[in-house]
């Protein structure tokens, strides 16, 4: 009885977050909410979160943001010392 209730959270929570991918709101933060919620109890969505957990981080890897914050840090506080 739980894995169905866990299946029908969830499952409402991703088709929530697939409307949301055309309607205004954070699509994609939901699904990874519902994915997260039926991780829980089903192996296959542990691995569909692992898997864009992973495509996450090479994608950020690739943008470069953690260098251009690191550059943007840099320059604030270049800025805001004495004698600068």
Do not use: D, N, Q, Y
Request: hydrophobic residues 55%; charged residues 20%.
């Amino acid at each position: 009885m739980k894995k169905f209730f866990i299946a029908l959270m969830g499952g409402t929570v991703v088709l929530i977050g697939v409307a949301m991918l055309v309607l205004p709101g954070p699509g994609l933060l939901v699904i990874a909410g519902g994915l997260a919620i039926l991780a829980t109890e089903f192996i296959w969505a542990r691995r569909a979160m692992r898997h864009a957990k992973g495509a996450i981080a090479k994608v950020r890897r690739k943008s470069g943001l953690k260098e251009w914050l690191r550059r943007m840090k840099a320059r604030v506080a270049g800025k805001s010392a004495p004698g600068g």
